[in-house]
């Protein structure tokens, strides 16, 4: 049977369950029952799991795309510059939209055996989404994912059992987040406006 809302419903549930069993643990009967619809009707829907996965995934990365079109035309300054008022609007509330998500990405780019880790998915649409040359690309990706999205996606997931373990107030820890990767991430864009690369790896052995 079809229901209009049926298949937004499904992946809504799909995320929470995913988020919280993992996609190796969750089952269809799982999300069948948080959706509320028969398990026939994701079937309906979906091929599979993995269609249901590949179909979040896929829409993560489709509205990450028009968010890093605030930033296109910036040149690396502006990106430092703007950086800390960005993720306090944009890119948060994008984010608190989708932390399920990166959770279940985070965790399947974690895997041994996945040859495409959905967080690499991240790092190539940053580069893909400046349609212009900007020196070396791979030192580009190096740079967008080791400082920039693990560090980033690392904080939604793990903010709320951080401030609970370590028992800080939210807005502190926020505060201090904010400002190391100012520093960090930040930094890296300063310096490749002043035209200073990534030092080769035979200077940092």
């Not at 619809?37 to 994701?42: E, F, G, N, Q, Y």
């Not at 974690?110 to 070396?136: C, H, Q, S, W, Y």
């Not at 920039?148 to 505060?175: E, M, N, T």
Request: aromatic residues 12%.
């Amino acid at each position: 049977m079809y229901t209009p809302d049926a298949k937004n419903r499904i992946l809504v549930a799909a995320k929470k369950v995913f988020a919280e069993k993992t996609f190796d643990g969750a089952r269809i009967n799982d999300i069948a029952n948080l959706a509320k619809v028969p398990k026939s009707l994701i079937y309906y829907h979906f091929k599979s799991k993995d269609d249901i996965l590949k179909t979040l995934i896929k829409e993560f990365l489709n509205g990450y795309r028009q968010l890093l079109g605030i930033a296109k035309e910036d040149t690396h300054k502006e990106k430092a510059g703007r950086m800390t008022g960005r993720l306090q609007t944009h890119y948060y509330d994008f984010a608190m939209q989708n932390i399920e998500v990166v959770r279940i990405m985070f965790v399947e780019s974690l895997k041994k055996d996945n040859g495409t880790p959905p967080l690499f998915m991240v790092a190539e649409e940053i580069i893909r989404a400046e349609n212009k040359a900007d020196g070396d690309v791979n030192e580009r990706q190096v740079a967008e994912f080791f400082s920039g999205v693990i560090p980033l996606y690392s904080y939604l997931c793990f903010y709320d059992q951080w401030c609970g373990y370590f028992h800080i107030d939210r807005k502190a820890f926020d505060a201090l987040f904010l400002q190391h990767f100012a520093q960090t991430h930040g930094e890296y864009h300063k310096n490749k406006e002043d035209g200073v690369s990534c030092r080769k790896s035979s200077e940092l052995t």
